[in-house]
C-alpha cells in the first residue's frame, strides 16, 4: 500500500510563506499525477495544484503566481511552495496521487493556518 506523508503545515501570518512536502513510499514516477488539495472547514475539499508525470502543472486560479508545486525523485518527494499566503488559504492540505490505473490515494493532512 502506498504511503504518502506530509509535513510543513503551521501558523504564520498574511504575507509569510510556508513549504509543504509529500514524501511518497515508492517512487514518484509510478503515479499519473501527484497534486495537493485542500478543505477548510465547512468547505468541500479543492484541487490547489498538481503536476504531472510529464512535469506539466496545473493550479487552481486563486494560488495562481502564489504557489509553486515540485517534485524531487530523488527523494520521492513533491513540494509545494506558498507565498504571499492570506487567511483564505486557511485549510488542511493533503497530498494526493493518482495511478496510471485509476488509483487514487491520499496524505494524512496537514494543517495550514493563516492569521490576519
Known amino acids: 500500500q502506498v504511503q504518502l506523508v506530509e509535513s510543513g503545515g503551521g501558523l504564520v501570518q498574511a504575507g509569510g510563506s510556508l513549504r509543504l512536502s509529500c514524501a511518497a513510499s515508492?517512487?514518484?514516477?509510478?503515479?499519473?499525477?501527484m497534486g495537493w488539495f485542500r478543505q477548510a472547514p465547512g468547505k468541500q475539499r479543492e484541487l490547489v495544484a498538481r503536476?504531472?508525470?510529464?512535469?506539466?502543472?496545473d493550479y487552481v486560479d486563486s494560488v495562481k503566481g502564489r504557489f509553486a508545486i515540485s517534485r524531487d525523485s530523488a527523494r520521492n518527494t513533491v513540494y509545494l511552495q506558498m507565498n504571499n499566503l492570506k487567511p483564505e488559504d486557511t485549510a488542511v492540505y493533503y497530498c494526493?496521487?493518482?495511478?496510471?490505473?485509476?488509483?487514487?490515494?491520499w496524505g494524512q493532512g496537514t494543517q495550514v493556518t493563516v492569521s490576519s
Open positions: 515508492i517512487n514518484i514516477f509510478s503515479f499519473s499525477t
Open positions: 494526493n496521487a493518482r495511478g496510471v490505473i485509476g488509483t487514487e490515494d
Open positions: 503536476i504531472f508525470h510529464s512535469g506539466n502543472t
